[in-house]
């Protein structure tokens, strides 16, 4: 069945006219994947951690939207993402989490890559005993390296290849949280955690943006935080989300607080900010604590969660840590009847896609219009070629 393409003409309007995405953007395995090229892979979009291959030698195999792909600290202690497949006959190399501690070896027919990428063996490629042969030549048939770049610890990766310099793309955010450009402590296996949605990835970003839903979905966050302390953040084509001046630090039973980072403006003494770099990483900066939230599209009607949550100091209070996370992870919970909620409604044929607040929808209505764009850029594209 050939793929429709759908009319998005009122999504890209002023606020108080746009309408939302269309129900198929949710629902239709063929918007999916014109999503996944033209929203996801164009642009850099959230993979994994750092934190995920904190040593030399350490290698962890992703799956992203059926691509095979490898995350590798190498010897020289960078970060590589590479598509986990060996360049003879395509089988995948590693298969499960672990650490390389001498070459990345295939275990169909033996040919090695260094943790950098380069082929450097291929045993009996020539016949037996002969490990080399005039038509391999291994200097061209290294793994094919993603492009990728770190930045507050995420991994992005432009599958495309296409999108502007990261420090382009994002100059934005990054000259806004300028401050938060220094070391961030993981803050280890109590720190990270797993939802799992029965809800289209976007579904995800578009509640985490807005404020608004606070006061019914987040009744304990919204007693100290409420709605009218917050404020919106829009800057079109990059993020957007909002942020609060009050924010209260978490402290232990004798008074203790999680360190502060460095050098911080008095503006972070009570204030806090939650932004989705689009397309699909969550991240929030608080004046002792950040977290980053990777959307993983698995299908048009599940998604998962990878939660981060980071410190200023490398060896935080553990039993603050843990009350953090516990914390952090009900009020993530609280969202998912919500999400899911939303899922299911966009099943109703007769839905249009939805209306906005023009006064309290804007970071969300932002996200949809940018979403269209992408569409709208592939589209025509491809119409000229």
Known sequence: MTYAPTDISTVQQPIARAHGLPNAHYTDAGCFAEERDAVLFDNWMGLCVAADVPEVGDAVPVALMGMPLLVVRDRAGHVRVFQNICRHRGMVLVDAPRKIEGAIRCPYHSWCYSTDGRLVSTPHVGGPGRNTHEGIDRALLGLIEVRSHIWMDVVFVNVSGTAAPFEVANADLMARWAEFDKPLY???????????????????????????????????????????????????????????????????????????????????????EYVTLFPNVLLGVHRDHSFAIILVPESTERTVENIHIYYAAPKSDPDLRARNTEQWQAVFKEDIFVVEGMQRGRHAPGFDGGRFSPAMDGPTHLFHDWVAAQLERRRTGMAAE
């Open 186 to 272: 993981h803050g280890g296996a109590d720190s990270r955690f797993q939802l799992t949605l029965a809800a289209n990835w976007k579904l995800a970003v578009e509640n985490y943006c807005e404020s608004y839903h606070l006061p019914w979905v987040h009744p304990g966050l919204n007693s100290y935080s409420r709605l009218e302390d917050h404020y919106h953040i829009e800057v079109p084509g990059q993020y957007s989300g909002q942020g609060t001046l009050v924010y209260r630090q978490l402290r232990g039973e004798d008074g203790s607080l999680f360190a502060d980072f460095d050098g911080l403006s008095d503006k972070w003494d009570t204030a806090a």
